[in-house]
């Protein structure tokens, strides 16, 4: 069962680093490349959509990532997992104070109300985003780590 929980665990993560990734060097290339209303309008809509399911993704990351250390406590591997749920804890935590409030503002914008800094604040969500996605990575090479 414990093999289960850490594959399980592994996949999950690592498909959210996938995700996170595809964000930072595909999507927002994509949309920053389409003109000022069409790029600001992708933006707001694909944060809504992964504004709604990324939180629980992070959550479930993170609960997994416990659960795993908690029931493999004597195994070999479980101080790597222990870290990779504390780098799972920061990327909460950045995400939550960073983050997430940017996305809130952004999702709600339209051309005819966004602020007049709408792109720095979307290249600051960015520079933020790319720093969580090393801290996910990381958390997730040591989960893969730890199953060896």
């Known amino acids: 069962m414990l093999n289960a929980l850490e594959v399980i665990t592994t ?7 996938g995700v996170e990734f595809s964000v930072a060097f595909v ?3 994509i949309l920053n ?17 992964l504004g709604a399911v ?7 990351s993170l609960v997994l990532a416990g ?5 493999g406590w004597q195994n070999h591997g479980t101080g790597l997992v222990v870290t990779a749920g504390a780098l799972l804890i920061l990327s909460v935590v950045m995400s939550v104070l960073l983050l997430v409030p940017i996305n809130n503002r ?3 914008w339209t051309p005819d109300n966004r602020p ?13 985003h790319y720093v969580r996605l090393a ?4 958390a997730f090479a040591l989960l893969v780590t730890a199953l060896t």
């Open 67 to 71: 659960v795993w250390a908690a029931a």
């Open 116 to 128: 007049a800094d709408w792109k720095q604040q979307l290249n600051r969500w960015e520079r933020f």
């Open 135 to 138: 801290v996910i990575l990381a």
């Open 33 to 49: 490349a389409l003109p000022e209303d069409s790029a600001q309008l992708g933006h707001a809509h694909g944060g809504r959509m």
């Open 54 to 60: 990324m939180p629980v993704w992070y959550i479930g």
């Open 11 to 17: 996949v999950v993560v690592g498909v959210m680093v």
């Open 27 to 29: 999507m927002n290339r």
């Open 106 to 108: 952004n999702k709600t």
